[in-house]
């Protein structure tokens, strides 16, 4: 069993879904990041290992999918939540098997079975 506290990077524009999320994920035994805009959240994967990012699709600077990529480069043992409330259907970043993808509105239990389901030992 791996003993080590896992990571988690929120990124969201919109605040009141990055407090929900933040709120949800302190109650779990995660080290709890987060950044309102894509560019922070780069900045902070440069200096912080992270085993999930949890991000909105639609942003300004730069969306989702594209900061998606840019962190699996940087930690390709990652993996990637997206969450929208614009997409019908996953964007297509949302094909590998590292990335899975959550429509807006959510139930907290939605999200909590996706943190799960990418962090078994959460």
């Known amino acids: 069993m791996n003993d080590r506290i896992r990571t ?3 990124v969201d524009d919109d605040p009141q879904i ?3 999320v933040e709120k949800m994920l302190r109650q779990r035994n995660v080290n709890v ?3 309102p805009r894509p560019t922070e959240a780069l900045l902070i994967c440069q ?3 992270v085993d999930l990012l949890i991000s909105d699709v ?3 600077e730069m969306d989702g999918n594209k900061l998606a990529e840019r962190v699996l480069k940087l930690h390709p ?3 990637i939540l997206l969450i929208s409330g614009h997409y019908k259907d996953p964007p297509p ?3 590998s098997s590292q ?3 959550l429509k807006k509105p959510f139930f907290p239990s939605q999200l909590l079975q996706f943190l799960h389901e990418l962090l078994p030992d959460v």
């Open 8 to 10: 988690v990077l929120i």
């Open 58 to 60: 639609l942003m300004p």
């Open 18 to 20: 990055l407090r929900l």
């Open 47 to 49: 200096r912080e290992p």
């Open 33 to 35: 990041l987060s950044a």
């Open 99 to 101: 990335v899975r993808f």
């Open 77 to 79: 043992e990652a993996s």
């Open 93 to 95: 970043v949302a094909k």
